[in-house]
């Protein structure tokens, strides 16, 4: 039903700004739940930010606060995260998936669809 594909990744200085793509398949995209997760080298998926089918609710994790954004263009079927001041703890792959729930959920278990990853590297 919908196959998410992230892209923006890349190498930005600590402190920068780098403002990530998440483009699904589906007609139904605006009913869908969205949300951005991340996996360091030797550590486990953590959950980023969550965006409801609206964009009227949205979730992020403590780490990220004040300093990620993540918004959705249903017109565009294309979910954004906005990361800015960033730091090296930054560095993952990060991940972006969908529900056909259409809530906005932390877990990433909740999620039903999810990308390839795009790698964010941050220098210090």
């Known amino acids: 039903q919908v196959q998410p594909v992230e892209s923006g990744g890349g190498l930005v200085q600590a402190g920068g700004s780098l403002r990530l793509s998440c483009a699904a398949s589906?007609?139904?995209?605006?009913?869908?739940?969205m949300g951005w997760f991340r996996q360091a080298p030797g550590k486990e998926r953590e959950f980023v930010a969550a965006i409801n089918w609206s964009g009227g609710t949205t979730y992020y994790a403590d780490s990220v606060k004040g300093r990620f954004t993540i918004s959705r263009d249903n017109a565009k079927n294309t979910v954004y995260l906005q990361m800015s001041s960033l730091k090296s703890e930054d560095t993952a792959v990060y991940y972006c998936?969908?529900?056909?729930?259409?809530?906005?959920?932390?877990?990433?278990?909740?999620?039903?669809?999810w990308g390839q990853g795009t790698q964010v590297t941050v220098s210090s």
């Open positions: 589906g007609r139904t995209f605006r009913n869908y739940g």
């Open positions: 998936a969908a529900t056909t729930t259409g809530f906005a959920y932390t877990s990433g278990g909740m999620y039903n669809y």
